[in-house]
Nanobody, 115 residues
Framework: QVQLVESGGGLVQPGESLRLSCAAS????????MSWYRQAPGKQREFVAL???????NYINSVKGRFTISRVNAENTVYLQMNNLKPEDTAVYYC?????????WGKGTLVTVSS
């Protein structure tokens, strides 16, 4: 059974940075497409970023140039580097894995951007 555990969330001021981690167990992330989603208070969950099995990446327009998704297969971990954070980035961030025909979600980590 694949398990995803997010970490790295917290309270930061606008303009600061955070790095989120998603540690996977039970399967190799090299065999799957890894994604980050987020859900702000009172809003629907939205796609943020993904990285394919070949290392190609994609981002929602609002985070382009500020966020970077990456993975270290040897560590079985995917990262989301978030720079120049804005209050509108405040949300619970979720890690998602698509491996073979299965879909897995982490429980989320809260990012709060406020002065």
């Amino acid at each position: 059974q694949v398990q995803l555990v997010e970490s790295g969330g917290g309270l930061v001021q606008p303009g600061e940075s955070l790095r989120l981690s998603c540690a996977a167990s039970g399967s190799s992330i090299s065999a799957g497409v890894m994604s980050w989603y987020r859900q702000a208070p009172g809003k629907q969950r939205e796609f943020v970023a993904l990285i394919t099995t070949r290392g190609n990446t994609n981002y929602i327009n609002s985070v382009k140039g500020r966020f970077t998704i990456s993975r270290v297969n040897a560590e079985n971990t995917v990262y989301l580097q978030m720079n120049n954070l804005k209050p509108e980035d405040t949300a619970v961030y979720y890690c998602k894995a698509n491996i073979v025909i299965r879909e897995y979600w982490g429980k989320g980590t809260l990012v709060t951007v406020s002065s």
